[in-house]
């Protein structure tokens, strides 16, 4: 791993260390966006939320966290996208909604 991605690493897992360090955890959800479409989530363990931010860095993508009636929410998203607003990660809810835009482009699901 180069200089640059290890302190990119380092800092983020300083910030979060930071933000936890007053706060309880009672679970964590991962939720990964590709893009503007409806996100992935997985529920992960949370002595395994360092690993991940280490990994999803690692990757390449970009990370971010939020905290919401005691449950920790990691925002995962790829480079060149829009950082997904913290209402969007606890819905997990897509930042566009495409069957919205279609809709309204005179566009149906053929149903």
């Known amino acids: 791993m180069n200089l640059e991605i290890s302190t990119k690493i380092e800092e983020h897992l300083h910030a979060f260390r930071l933000f936890s360090e007053d706060k309880i955890f009672s679970s964590c959800r991962l939720v990964h966006y590709i893009g503007v479409d409806r996100p992935n989530a997985i529920d992960i363990p949370i002595r395994e939320v360092e690993r ?55 566009f149906t699901d053929g149903a």
């Open 52 to 106: 991940e931010i280490s990994g999803c860095l690692a990757e390449g993508f970009l990370i971010g966290w939020l905290y919401n009636k005691s449950r920790l929410f990691l925002w995962v998203q790829e480079p060149g996208f829009p950082i997904p607003p913290f209402e969007k990660v606890i819905e997990e809810e897509a930042l566009v909604d495409i069957d919205s835009l279609l809709r309204e482009a005179g």
